[in-house]
């Protein structure tokens, strides 16, 4: 095989050379990096390059990671500045719901098939929606997952919503031509957060402690929603 | 808003404090950052990941900033001076550690390089999304990285670091 690293400085890199440092990211679609292990297994020369990368790769992140984080002035700053936008109606928390959902909407197609892969990153999103309006509406404490999009997902939310008694669940499909912001939109009216899905479709969402008239009374009007299709109580 | 600042913000200080070089103004950064994501969460259209995006606004109100520091005197060379207070790697390779080296030539770098090493190491962006995030070709991501790792060895070699690569 024809050696693919250059030995001297002045010549052009190859181009599996040039991928190198992506294939130590991982970065690499199937196809290069397997052109990339092909060309690794058989240039000595490129695998010690390679070596070197596996390296410096370390040493960035390491670096990167040694920067610590900002300190909280950043964040006060930001959402003062943000506090000091001009007033949207009907309040800025509201307001701010509206727009972080309509952000989340333009993600993906007007209409979405709630297809398993399209309803793991939706949960995502709307519980990273649930979990700003919370923060902007309640004053019961509590905790939200990361948000991801197109990134690796983080665990699933929890709440403490001060209530000792145990929240109700249901299971639920959403009607295929139901839109992020038409669930989003419910989960915020129910009080709702999704702590499951989707499996088989069905995502289980979980609503504020309440008494079990209340909870029947809500399973029944979410039962009646138009972009549910089948709604259940579940432990 | 608060979950997605939560999530993303270490991320962009660090991209930005390595452009910059100014803790005080790579904090200033992330608030700009994210007030332009709020102002501007309609137009993303979902083509890429969030992160590039994000990444890619950084940059540029990295580069802003740094046009405003060398309006009032103070150039990358004159800030790197002034933050640059530990060990230069002649140093560090005496004290036979190779790792703090390779880390401080990678500070060493120029910023054009630093970013790209940054984005392929630490963001683990691909070529095409750093080629989105710079506003370069593919095929001139590929080759800028080719020749920051290049700088960087040449910079250890200096440094009396020789690891078989060039």
Known sequence: MMAASKKMLDQEPSEIEMLLPFHAAGTLNARDARRVEEALAGDSGLALQYAVIREEYAETIGLNESLGAPSARAMQKLFAAIDAEPVRKPSLSVSLSARVSEFFARLSPRTLAWSASVGAVALLLQAGVIGAVLMKNQTASFQTASLSMNEPSSGPITRDLGVSAAPPRALVRFAPEARIADITALLDNYQASIIDGAKGGMFRLQFKAMGKDEAANLLKKLQGEKIVSLAVATP | ?166
């Open chain 2, 1 to 166: 808003m608060q979950v997605l600042y939560g999530r993303h913000h270490v991320r962009v200080f660090r991209f930005g404090l390595r452009l910059v070089r100014d803790e005080q103004i790579a904090e200033d950064l992330i608030s700009e950052v994210f007030l332009d994501v709020w102002r501007q969460a309609g137009k993303f259209e979902g083509r890429s990941a969030v992160t590039t995006w994000l990444l890619a606004i950084t940059r540029f109100k990295a580069l802003s900033a740094l046009r405003r520091r060398k309006d009032v005197g103070l150039d990358d060379e004159t800030a790197n001076a002034i933050e640059d207070t530990s060990d230069d790697p002649e140093v560090v390779v005496q004290k036979k550690d190779t790792g703090e080296a390779l880390r401080k030539c990678l500070t060493a770098l120029s910023r054009e390089h630093r970013e790209i090493v940054d984005l392929v190491y630490y963001h683990e962006k691909s070529v095409e999304e750093v080629a989105e995030i710079v506003g370069i070709p593919e095929n001139t991501v590929k080759t800028r990285l080719f020749y920051a790792r290049r700088k960087l060895a040449e910079l250890l070699k200096a440094a009396g670091i020789e690891r078989g690569w060039p």
